[in-house]
């Protein structure tokens, strides 16, 4: 009887359902400011879903198109105009980062969570509004929404 019983309990259970596609949203950006009030970091939070819960690359995959899953592009406020930043190397910065393999062990692969990531700033500049748009990919290379991030990175 008692296993008759878990058995309707499972059945009816009602799992989420979300797109095969990953789906992002803006949580909050946290700005990380040392003892002396001088901001050191930010730390963008966002939540997720994945119908089928393919999310993560694992440490052997490392060439293009699974090098990173994690994009951020980065602007900076100059003159009233949005302007990658460009570093003394002359490369655009961003970013993209990897996400670890996050897919569920068994029969439903739906997913969902947050995620925290951490970003540098730009302290050396007159910078004092920047902003970050954010997607993710899946595994079978399915490009999230992008979400923007506007924010100021200096304490007055």
């Known amino acids: 009887m008692t296993v008759i019983m878990l058995l309707l309990l499972a059945g009816c259970h009602q799992w989420p359902?979300?797109?095969?596609?990953?789906?992002i949203e803006f949580v909050e950006y946290q700005l990380?400011?040392?003892?002396?009030?001088?901001?050191q970091k930010g730390v963008i939070v966002f939540s997720f879903t994945d119908g089928d819960g393919d999310i993560g690359l694992d440490d052997t995959e490392?060439?293009?198109?699974?090098?990173y899953n994690l994009?951020?592009?980065?602007?900076?406020?100059?003159?009233?105009?949005?302007k990658s930043y460009i570093n003394d190397s002359g490369d655009t910065v961003n970013f993209n980062g990897r996400i670890p393999v996050l897919t569920p062990e068994g029969n439903d692969k739906?997913?969902?969570?947050?995620?925290y990531d951490t970003v540098g700033i730009n302290r050396f500049n007159?910078?004092?509004?920047?902003?970050?748009?954010?997607?993710?990919?899946?595994?079978?290379l399915n490009e999230s929404n992008k979400i923007e991030i506007v924010t100021r990175q200096k304490i007055y």
């Not at 990380?32 to 901001?39: N, T």
């Not at 007159?126 to 079978?140: F, L, N, R």
């Open 71 to 82: 994009f951020i592009e980065y602007f900076e406020m100059h003159d009233g105009q949005w």
């Open 62 to 67: 490392t060439e293009y198109p699974y090098d």
């Open 32 to 39: 990380l400011i040392d003892k002396d009030s001088i901001p």
């Open 110 to 115: 739906a997913i969902s969570g947050t995620i």
């Open 126 to 140: 007159d910078v004092d509004t920047v902003k970050y748009i954010v997607s993710i990919k899946d595994h079978a």
């Open 17 to 23: 359902e979300y797109p095969d596609e990953p789906q």
